[in-house]
């Protein structure tokens, strides 16, 4: 499977942005789908998880991100998606999208993620 994320972009701090994630070469229907995120000089962090199909499409979202993300999928678009609201310049980051058949309990675990998007640049400007 080939994730291509969208292009991220240049916000003000309290605006909008919508990422994709496009999967190709597979249905993504029996993954999960994350979204993560790397500033410059740390570690990539979790942001969010959608689970597969059949989980009744479960969420988890990092405590900095609660209630101004949104993450939602299409499975007949094999795309994933995060709404981000309210953006703030700690958000600041590349975003990466990846998919994952672990267990719903290690969703936020970088290392369990099997394919990774390309990464978008997300700049929220003060």
């Known amino acids: 499977v080939q994730l291509q994320a969208s ?15 496009a999967a190709s070469g597979r249905t993504v229907r029996d993954f999960h789908m994350g979204w993560f995120r790397q500033a410059p000089g740390k570690e990539r962090e979790f942001v969010a998880g959608i689970s597969r199909s059949g989980s009744g ?9 609660k209630g101004r993300f949104s993450i939602s999928r299409d499975n007949a678009k094999n ?4 709404q981000m609201n309210s953006l703030k310049p700690e958000d600041t980051a590349v975003y990466y999208c990846g998919v994952t058949q672990i267990l719903w309990a290690y969703v936020e675990e970088t290392h369990r993620y099997t394919k990774w998007g390309q990464g978008t640049l997300v700049t929220v400007s003060s």
């Open 79 to 82: 795309t994933a998606y995060l």
């Open 57 to 65: 499409f479960g969420t988890r979202y990092a405590d900095s991100v």
């Open 7 to 21: 292009r991220g972009g240049l916000v003000q701090a309290g605006g909008s942005l919508r990422l994709s994630c």
